[in-house]
């Protein structure tokens, strides 16, 4: 198989950032080449600043563009929107409180964002955090969990998960197996975690096992080390976190998709052959790669393409890993809907702002 092909399949295993409001020629280029599944948005991707149908129509345009240089009809259109400080889009979306203020509300919260994504054409969010606020220092998750107990983080990480996937829009529980007691932040550098399994199961994975069991279809990993568990490797890489305690001991059968490659964390590891062959073994089927934080160059996204296309022609990664990953994203792909960039009226947003203000008190 040609190099080009290879590069091409590993597409179909990428979640890729956007330089811009516009596509750059370094985006026509990875889009085309490497065909990715989905793309994650952020801030940058919104003409900020300008009235509302002028960067709505703007980002309906650069939608479009994108499907076309990747050739797919079919994408994940994905965004980190969980309220608080998470939230790309520029106003009039609404800015709903962080997920500890939401409360009983959590589910009524999570349909109004859903039908909000949907009019910007997004049919994936990262969320819920299924993390438990537990580290009163925790400078990452903090007031992003539901709750300080896992009792309190499964119903408000639950209810919001069935809202998002009673109005139409994927959800992804993270960061497994547990960010919320770190006290480092793995955009900046790898946290470890001193947890004995036992300590997970009585704590940090209840949230997760909750989702699992509502059939939340995409579990995002966590950059965080536990010596303990897995006392080499992050649980990005690890097949003890990832195939013994995710799949084997929880159950869960649907897509495993890697934290951004780009976080200091793990970044400096995955410019080394044979880790993405080391992910995938260790059971994560689809990989986002941001340009969002350490830099908007695809070079980055392109060794880790190369990594890949050579660890499959070595035989270093075997087919049959890559194939079911493949299946999953696929099948999971098959039954996700496509949706259109449109206006909202100004009667849906103001009633959205109205719930957002009952949140806070």
Known sequence: ??????????????????????????????LSELQPIGVIFFAKNFLDGTPYEVWLENFKDLNDQIREYAKRDSMFMTLDHEGGRVVRTPLPITRFPHALLLRSRSRE?????????????????????????????????????????PEAAVIGASEYFLGLQESGILGCAKHFPGHGDTSKDSHIELPTLNLTLEDLRNRELIPFQALIKAQIPLMMTAHILFPQIDAKLPATLSQTILKNILRDELGFEGVVVSDDLDMKAVSDMFMNSGTVAQAFQAGCDLFIVSRNINSSSIERTYKI???????????????????????RIEKLLAVTPQYIVHPLDKNTLLQHGELAIACAF
């Not at 393409?305 to 299946?327: C, I, P, Q, T, Y």
Request: hydrophobic share 40%; glycine share 8%; aromatic share 6%.
């Open 1 to 30: 198989m040609s190099i080009s092909r290879q590069l091409e399949r590993f597409g179909h295993h990428l979640i890729i950032g956007i330089s811009g409001t516009t596509l750059s020629d370094e985006d026509k280029r990875v």
């Open 109 to 149: 919260v999570a349909k109004a964002t859903a039908r909000e994504l949907k009019s910007l054409g997004i049919n994936l969010s990262w969320a819920p955090v299924a993390d438990i606020f537990s580290h009163p220092q925790n400078p990452v998750i903090g007031p992003r969990a539901f709750g300080n107990t």
């Open 305 to 327: 393409a190369e990594d890949f296309a050579d660890s499959l022609n070595k035989g270093n990664l075997d087919e049959s890993v890559v194939s079911a990953a493949r299946d």
